[in-house]
């Protein structure tokens, strides 16, 4: 068979039934084509018969496959993403969650498109990532990456903070709110969406800012340029601990007088789609666009 991929790694949910099954069908199946296959070690134990030399760390996998197969949910393809964008490694997903806005492949039937993007016929996207960083007293506390968005808030429910917003240095708003949503088209139709974010298609160089409930009327989502910084200044007043959450995964800490810089990060996540991938089909699919009103 000709293809484009030689090596390819397998990553799942640990201890989901359903993922288990799809694990070891992807493995026999990839076995049986001839491909060398890496598995990530946190799933190793759902797969029969496996040879110990072919179970690695997600590191490790990041810098020996052609391409990933991330079997989960939107949730499971986020975490891998966060580490895999820094190699050169394509990355599909099996849908084992629920509306699977990143994973394409129908866990019941995904041989034959499998197979298909195996032989190079496939859509290649290219998602940026956001990097964010906590600084105080100008000096760097903690930074992660961020697939979807980067959320400011406060570590207790309904509780609100006070912070002032600068593009590239270039003040926008002071705001008291619950937080701000600061997210990637990847993430627009994620938390962002749910807080009345808007949609940005995936190809489109720009980053949105969504205020969570904010305390006055006139606060809207704010839509620039992906090149530009979002620097985020927490006010002295508040009185209570802060957090910069990443995709829901990894949580910051954060002080009042901290600043979060939260920008373009240099590496991408390639992202991989079967040739008859469309976005519109997937928010029709996701979103119920165009049902029934009655």
């Known amino acids: 068979m000709t293809t484009t991929f030689n090596t390819i790694g397998l990553?799942?949910?640990?201890?989901?039934?359903?993922?288990?099954?799809?694990?070891?069908?992807?493995?026999?199946?990839?076995?049986?084509?001839?491909y060398e296959v890496l598995v990530e070690d946190r799933v190793a134990e759902q797969i029969k018969s496996l040879d110990e030399d072919a179970v690695v760390e997600l590191v490790e996998l990041g810098k020996r496959c052609d391409l990933a197969i991330v079997v989960g949910g939107d949730g499971n393809m986020l975490g891998a993403a966060r580490v895999l964008a820094r190699f050169d490694v394509a990355v599909i997903g099996v849908n084992r969650g629920n509306l699977g806005f990143l994973?394409?492949?129908?866990?019941?039937?995904?041989?034959?498109?499998?197979?298909?993007?195996l032989s190079g016929q496939f859509i290649e996207e290219s998602r940026?990532?956001?990097?964010?960083?906590?600084?105080?007293?100008?000096?760097?506390?903690?930074?992660?990456?961020?697939?979807?968005?980067?959320?400011?808030?406060?570590?207790?429910?309904?509780?609100?903070?006070?912070?002032?917003?600068?593009?590239?240095?270039?003040?926008?708003f002071s705001q008291?709110?619950?937080?701000?949503?600061?997210?990637?088209?990847?993430?627009?139709?994620?938390?962002?969406?749910?807080?009345?974010?808007?949609?940005?298609?995936?190809?489109l160089?720009?980053?949105s800012l969504v205020p969570m409930f904010p305390h006055t009327l006139s606060s809207r989502p704010l839509v620039v340029d992906a090149e530009k910084e979002v620097k985020l200044k927490l006010s002295q007043e508040n009185t209570d601990s802060l957090q910069v959450s990443c995709d829901s995964h990894v949580v910051l800490a954060v002080l009042p007088g901290d600043e979060v810089i939260i920008k373009k990060a240099e590496k991408r996540l390639r992202l991989i789609h079967p040739?008859?991938?469309?976005?519109?089909?997937?928010l029709r699919q996701k979103l119920n666009w165009g049902s029934r009103l009655y």
């Open 103 to 117: 994973t394409d492949l129908n866990p019941e039937g995904f041989e034959a498109q499998l197979e298909a993007v």
């Open 275 to 282: 040739k008859c991938y469309s976005y519109y089909n997937v």
């Open 128 to 172: 940026f990532l956001l990097e964010v960083a906590v600084y105080r007293h100008h000096q760097l506390k903690s930074a992660n990456l961020a697939m979807n968005e980067a959320v400011l808030h406060a570590d207790k429910v309904a509780h609100m903070i006070e912070f002032e917003a600068f593009i590239d240095d270039d003040f926008v």
């Open 205 to 207: 160089d720009a980053i």
């Open 176 to 203: 008291r709110s619950d937080g701000l949503i600061v997210s990637t088209p990847t993430g627009s139709t994620a938390y962002s969406l749910s807080g009345g974010g808007p949609i940005l298609t995936p190809e």
């Open 11 to 34: 990553i799942g949910k640990p201890n989901h039934e359903g993922a288990g099954t799809t694990l070891q069908r992807l493995y026999t199946f990839l076995q049986a084509l001839g």
